[in-house]
C-alpha cells in the first residue's frame, strides 16, 4: 500500500478535471486522523463549505448509499428505494420521491398531539350527533343588578327558528332574595306581560311539592328567597304561538324548582326575545355567577 503526505494537489493547467481512480474494485477512502472521516466541499470563493461526514466509530454502521437512480425534480425528498443486504453492511438505494398525501386519514391512528382548530368545521351536523353548539358563555365580573341572557349571533336577540339550552351555575347574590325570571320585549329595553305558568317547589327533600300557577303574569320567581345561591337548566323556544320555557332549578338546603312557562292564549302574537334575571328587591347577583348558552342544531 503506497501513502503520499501532502496538503494540496492542483490539476496541471486551468479547467482541467482532476481524477482520483483507484484500481479495479478498489475505492477512494476520506478517513481521519482522530476523528470521523469528512468530505467538504468549497465554494468558489474558498469562503464557505459543506461537509459529508462519517457516523462515529459508536455507531458500528458500514452502510453503502447509491445515488437516485431516476429523474430530479422539486419538491422531492430522499428516499431509500430499496436494500441489498441487511443490517449495518445493508447497501441502500435512493430515489427522489413525493410524499405520499392520503384523503382518507383516520383518526383512530392519533395517538397524541392536537389538531388546529382551523381544521375542523365552524359547525358540525346535528345528524352526525353534535346536537348543542356553545354560542355563548359569560362569567359575571362585578355584581349587577340584573342578568340578560339573549343569542349574541342574532342582534342579541334569541332567533325564533331555533331552540336553546341555557345553564346558569355558581350563581349567589348579595343576601337572601327571591330570583324573578321575565322575557324581553321585542326592542330589549322592557319585559312582556301575559305570561301563563306552573311551577313546583320541592322543600328539604320532600316529594310533595307546593304548586303556584297564574295565567297573566310579568315575572316567575324561580329562586327560593331564603337561599343566596342556586343553579338552573332552562329549554326555551322563543317563536310567535308555540313558544315556551322548560325551567329546572336547584337552591341550596336542597330547594328545587321546576317550572313551565309561556305566553297565555291572548298573546300568541308574542315571542321570547331573551330572558332576564333580577331580585324584587334589587339584590345584587355576584361575581363569578357563570351563564352558558347552547343552540340546538336542527340542520
Known sequence: MSKIILNKVEAKTTDQDLTISPNGNGIVEVTGDGSDGLLKLKNAQQTNSVKIKAPPDSASQNHTLILPDNQIAADKFLKVKSITGSGATAVGQLEYASIAVSNDLNASNLTSGTIPSARLPSSFPATGGAGLKLISKFTIST????????????????????????????????????????????????????????????????????????????????????????????????????????WVSYQSDDYRTKAYISFNSSNTSKQIYGLRLSSPTNVNFNANSQFLVYQYNED
Not at 233 to 239: D, K, L, S, T
Request: aromatic residues 12%; neutral net charge; charged residues 10%.
Open 143 to 246: 355584581p349587577v343588578s340584573y342578568i340578560d341572557i339573549n343569542d349574541p349571533n342574532n342582534a342579541n336577540q334569541l332567533n325564533v327558528t331555533k331552540a336553546y339550552k341555557i345553564i346558569g351555575k355558581n350563581i349567589t347574590t348579595a343576601s337572601n332574595s327571591n330570583i324573578n325570571l321575565a322575557v324581553h320585549n321585542s326592542g330589549r329595553n322592557g319585559v312582556e306581560s301575559g305570561l301563563t305558568y306552573t311551577y313546583w317547589r320541592f322543600n328539604n327533600y320532600n316529594t310533595t311539592a307546593s304548586v303556584i300557577s297564574s295565567s297573566s303574569a310579568t315575572t316567575v320567581t324561580v329562586g327560593n328567597q331564603s337561599n343566596t345561591f342556586f343553579s338552573f337548566e332552562a329549554e326555551v323556544y322563543p317563536a310567535q304561538a308555540y313558544n315556551y320555557i322548560h
